[in-house]
Nanobody, 119 residues
């Protein structure tokens, strides 16, 4: 079972930037889609961005134009570059592999990484 470890979160002022990393313990080369999710305080987990094996990307409307997802299959890594951060981006961020046509994911959830944006 592949394990996912997220890192790179922290406390940042509004307008700042952070880059999150997700390290997979096994190969993600054959995984079509990888994604970042987030869970704001007191709310449900939501999909933030996805990237296919061919590097096609999709973003939630709330982050489009500010966040960039990327992947390095050789290193089994997925990244999320976050710019122009807003207080509403405050959440625990997770990575995983969404299963096409469902709301399910392939792997067990990691511990996530906390992002806190101060106003």
């Amino acid at each position: 079972q592949v394990q996912l470890v997220e890192s790179g979160g922290g406390l940042v002022q509004a307008g700042g930037s952070l880059t999150l990393s997700c390290a997979a313990s096994g190969s993600i080369l054959a995984i079509n889609r990888m994604a970042w999710y987030r869970q704001p305080p007191g709310k449900q987990r939501e999909l933030v961005a996805t990237i296919t094996s061919g590097s096609s990307t999709n973003y939630a409307r709330s982050v489009k134009g500010r966040f960039t997802i990327s992947r390095d299959n050789a290193k089994n890594m997925v990244y999320l570059q976050m710019n122009s951060l807003k207080p509403e981006d405050t959440a625990v961020y997770y990575c995983n592999a969404p299963l096409d046509g469902t709301t399910l994911v392939l792997y067990s959830w990691g511990q996530g990484t906390q992002v806190t944006v101060s106003s």
